[in-house]
């Protein structure tokens, strides 16, 4: 069964900073591309960042680019996403996903980005 769990979030003040992590078990984790979202009530759910199963290559959302790295480690079957120069925009529940065959989303960690 695979589960993704994350942590990290919280409240931070704009221009802070925040690493997010998501711990996967269930599958090979080495063998599949991650992918981090975020959703904000009322809003479409946006694809924040995507990394392959190497961590080769890595894809960014333009509202992130420059802002925000995606990165994993495999031996600990953990994706991070380290989000700096935080905007009040950019708050919003981020969820891990893993494409296994199956869309598998992890229960998301709140990031509020307030003074």
């Known amino acids: 069964q695979v589960q993704l769990v994350e942590s990290g979030g919280g409240l931070v003040q704009p221009g802070g900073s925040l690493r997010l992590s998501c711990a996967a078990s269930?599958?090979?984790?080495?063998?599949?591309?991650m992918g981090w979202y975020r959703h904000t009530v009322g809003k479409v759910r946006e694809l924040v960042a995507s990394?392959?199963?190497?961590?080769?290559?890595?894809n960014y959302a333009d509202s992130v680019k420059g802002r925000f790295t995606i990165s994993r480690d495999n031996a600990k079957n953990t994706v991070f996403l380290q989000m700096n120069s935080l905007k009040p925009e950019d708050t919003a529940v981020y969820s891990c996903y893993a494409f296994t065959g199956y869309h598998n989303w992890g229960q998301g960690t709140q990031v509020t980005v307030s003074s």
């Open positions: 269930g599958f090979t984790f080495s063998t599949y591309a």
């Open positions: 990394i392959s199963d190497t961590g080769s290559v890595t």
